[in-house]
């Protein structure tokens, strides 16, 4: 661990996190139904967030649909609507079903980056990156408080502020749709082992698809799918080829699963159900859903699933042991550090549940620099979407 010694010390957040969350938060009041608190350690506070908003098929116009935002200086959450949370300075970090986003960049008004103080690499398979179950599944709150303890300052740590992130991952790396190979080649590919299913912008059909080819030169991307429409209950067992011709100047392009066809992306606004987009300079490759910051739908996609497993997801609707997914799909939404380092590894057990790896992150409020590590996602009676983190400042 680096050491550093930093001046930016709080007495009055002590004040704050070992009271009850109660009273008001300048600029917004306060939701004290949807917080609580307890001592985690000689100087951090633990609260528990509802962040159930948005789950069990919530549309986008839902006014339950919305992250739940929280001070960290006053350790209150905040009551703002997501619309208001673009204007407000009262907020640091906020939070919806496994999505986190900070106030900074796309997300808010403010300066709040995030940064990785102790990545955990120890959760994972040094060759392959894979989750490791067993460290997994036998870590706990407790036994991860000394990671949380001995980070002691954010020095030679790099903050970034939030962007607009797909959900279906591309970042070059083993578990995203494309490769980089880095130099001397700088060579961008296909990964088909990697697989994602798709629900449509209008929530009624479904397809599973991997990337098959990339040419890199004129940026050609070739998808296979396997659709699921409207009314259907299961993919098609006939694929689907679609190559997104980009063209060398970069730009994106659409389809539609229920035409099952390619469509203008901006006349198609409300129609596509995937966009796949290369910017001009050829270093920023994604694909996109129409639901989150990404479109006006109520799309989302679910995975990433390799080829082993794939093929026990013959519904857009339901796992291989057939449970019901489709609460499960995520949309593209705004983030940083927690999207480019996730808190957590999902149905290492096969039964659709996450488990924390105990990462712990550093946040930069532009006044204040705090640690936080999120150690559940459950309460106490197993109802998922209730976030618990402990945090304090540095």
């Known amino acids: 661990m680096k050491t550093y010694e930093q001046s930016l010390v709080l007495p009055l957040l002590m004040m704050s996190v070992l009271g009850a969350l109660s009273g008001c938060v300048d600029g917004g009041g306060t939701d004290t139904t949807n917080a609580s608190k307890e001592s985690s350690s000689s100087a951090a506070a633990s609260v528990q967030i509802d962040a159930t908003a948005g789950g069990l098929g919530a549309g986008p116009t839902d006014p339950k649909n919305k992250y739940?935002?929280?001070?960290?200086?006053?350790?209150?959450?905040?009551?703002?609507?997501?619309?208001?949370?673009?204007?407000?300075?009262?907020?640091?970090?906020?939070?919806?079903?496994?999505?986190?986003?900070?106030?900074?960049?796309?997300?808010?008004p403010g300066t709040v980056a995030g940064a990785v103080a102790d990545a955990q690499d120890d959760f994972y398979d040094a060759a392959t990156g894979d989750p490791n179950p067993s460290v997994f599944l036998n870590a706990t709150a407790g036994s991860e408080l000394a990671a949380f303890d001995a980070v002691t300052s954010a020095a030679g740590l790099t903050f970034a502020e939030d962007r607009n992130v797909p959900y279906i991952k591309g970042d070059g790396s083993s578990d995203g749709w494309w490769l980089y190979s880095g130099p001397p080649t700088y060579t961008v590919s296909a990964n088909p082992d990697q697989w994602w299913l798709v629900k449509s912008a209008a929530a009624d059909s479904y397809?599973?698809?991997?990337?098959?080819?990339?040419?890199?030169?004129?940026?050609?991307?070739?998808?296979?799918?396997?659709?699921?429409?409207?009314?259907?209950?299961?993919?098609?067992?006939?694929?689907?080829?679609?190559?997104?011709?980009?063209?060398?100047?970069?730009?994106?392009?659409?389809?539609?699963?229920?035409?099952?066809?390619?469509?203008?992306?901006?006349?198609?606004?409300?129609d596509w159900d995937i966009k796949v987009e290369v910017s001009a300079d050829g270093r920023d490759w994604s694909i996109w859903t129409n639901g989150g910051v990404s479109g006006s739908g109520n799309g989302g996609a679910f995975g990433p699933i390799d080829t082993a497993t794939i093929g026990g997801y013959v519904s857009g609707t339901s796992s291989p042991a057939g449970t019901d997914i489709t609460r499960f799909y995520g949309q593209d939404s705004a983030g940083g550090v927690f999207k480019d380092n996730t808190w957590y590894a999902y149905s290492l057990q096969g039964n659709n549940k996450l488990w924390p790896n105990y990462r712990v992150?550093?946040?930069?409020?532009g006044s204040v620099q705090y640690k936080l590590q999120i150690l559940s996602y459950y309460n106490d009676a197993g109802t998922s979407g209730w976030i618990k983190f402990r945090y304090e400042s540095l």
Not at 99 to 108: C, D, R, T
Not at 215 to 220: H, L, Y
Not at 361 to 365: G, L, M, Q, S, V
Request: aromatic fraction near 10%.
């Open 68 to 108: 739940t935002y929280f001070n960290l200086d006053t350790g209150q959450v905040v009551n703002l609507s997501d619309a208001d949370a673009t204007a407000s300075s009262a907020w640091h970090i906020a939070f919806k079903r496994t999505s986190i986003k900070l106030n900074g960049g796309v997300s808010g």
């Open 207 to 270: 397809a599973k698809f991997h990337v098959t080819n990339i040419v890199q030169a004129s940026r050609d991307i070739t998808l296979e799918l396997f659709i699921q429409g409207a009314g259907n209950s299961a993919f098609s067992t006939t694929p689907t080829t679609w190559t997104a011709a980009i063209g060398a100047a970069g730009g994106s392009n659409c389809f539609d699963i229920d035409a099952v066809a390619e469509v203008d992306c901006t006349t198609a606004a409300t």
């Open 361 to 365: 992150y550093a946040i930069d409020t």
